[in-house]
């Protein structure tokens, strides 16, 4: 409270305090990106419009205007390919591990013994996923059960998919559609580990529904599949677009892209390429954010 009248909060209204408090919480993410983070994103665009020669007595930055660019879309053999491959992906894993957090985060929430170790097991893929257990995993016993996986049992797998698709395809199913979900029976291991945050986020947005109008709903003789559409589904409708964005940033962070830059600059030393590589990539991501908000905000919160 002290703190509060010192800022002077209480002669404020309501929508002022809301600014006010928000701006404290965004305050020191601004503090770190104007001391921590401009100064190598402003030298990282000027990297990408020069020449950089590194010798004994330091470095030779030549400005060559947008050759490095030109060199990344059309010379180098890497880049496109990359590139492309990273957005299918994105657009491929994305849908699933949104719809694969709701519905896991609706299960979750539902009262059975043992819901808490549940819940633990679906966070467990955040902390493998990060830092020196990502590297155990990705080159020892995991790596060893993929590549066993792929050795001895590929075949199997791809009849069970082509079994799958050959029944929707008899059922009447779209082809794109099968294509699909195939494709997603076969990135199950992919969503799993990328749904942990996901899920808590859902999760903590389903818990905050009153529990009296499930009651309500229920008593009006409202069905399981009813009140998910009608309470659930519209009450987290609005952290669909935060799980997306959080998603789509997560998937472009980690993939063959950033190693392409990684390895561009500190293994060929060729860091005014690697810079407009990256320059491009993050365009490219915030022209697929700005595309992708856009049709989510509009089909989730547009109000006829």
């Known amino acids: 409270m002290k703190l509060i009248s010192k800022l ?35 030298n990282s665009f000027r990297y990408s419009l020069s020449k950089i020669e590194a010798n004994s007595s330091g470095m030779k930055i030549s400005f060559i205007g947008f050759e490095n660019y030109i060199n990344a879309l059309t010379v180098n053999t890497s880049f496109n390919r990359t590139l492309t491959e990273s957005i299918i992906n994105m657009v491929v894993n994305v849908p ?9 985060a609706v299960l979750l929430n539902q009262k059975f013994i043992g819901r808490s170790i549940a819940r633990s097991i679906f966070f467990l893929p955040v902390i493998l996923a990060s830092g020196v257990i990502m590297t155990l995993e990705t080159s020892s016993l995991v790596q060893a059960v993929n590549d066993q996986n792929q050795g001895s049992g590929g075949a199997i797998h791809a ?20 294509n699909y979900l195939t494709s997603a029976v076969e990135r199950i ?21 009153s529990p009296q109008l499930y009651e309500a709903s229920k008593m009006e003789g409202a069905t399981g599949y009813e009140a998910f559409w009608k309470i659930t589904f519209p009450m987290v409708s609005p952290l669909i677009l935060v799980n997306m964005i959080y998603t789509i940033i997560d998937s472009f962070s980690r993939n063959e892209m950033t190693d392409l830059i990684k390895e561009t600059g500190f293994t060929n030393f060729d860091f005014g390429l690697s810079s407009a590589m990256a320059w491009l990539y993050f365009v490219s991501i915030m022209l697929i954010l700005l ?14």
Request: hydrophobic share 60%.
């Open 8 to 42: 002077g909060m209480k002669n404020r209204t309501y929508a002022e305090q809301k600014a006010l408090l928000g701006f404290l919480f965004v305050l020191p993410w601004l503090l770190g990106f104007i001391f921590f983070f401009i100064i190598p994103l402003v």
């Open 96 to 104: 699933l591990i949104v719809i694969f957090s709701l519905f896991l």
């Open 159 to 178: 009849l069970g998919a082509y079994e799958l698709a050959g029944l929707m395809l008899d059922a009447g199913v779209s082809e794109s559609i099968v």
């Open 189 to 209: 291991y992919l969503i799993v580990s990328q749904s942990g945050v996901q899920i808590l986020i859902f999760l903590a947005g389903i818990q905050t529904i």
């Open 291 to 304: 595309i992708s908000s856009y049709i989510v905000s509009r089909k989730v919160f547009y109000q006829e």
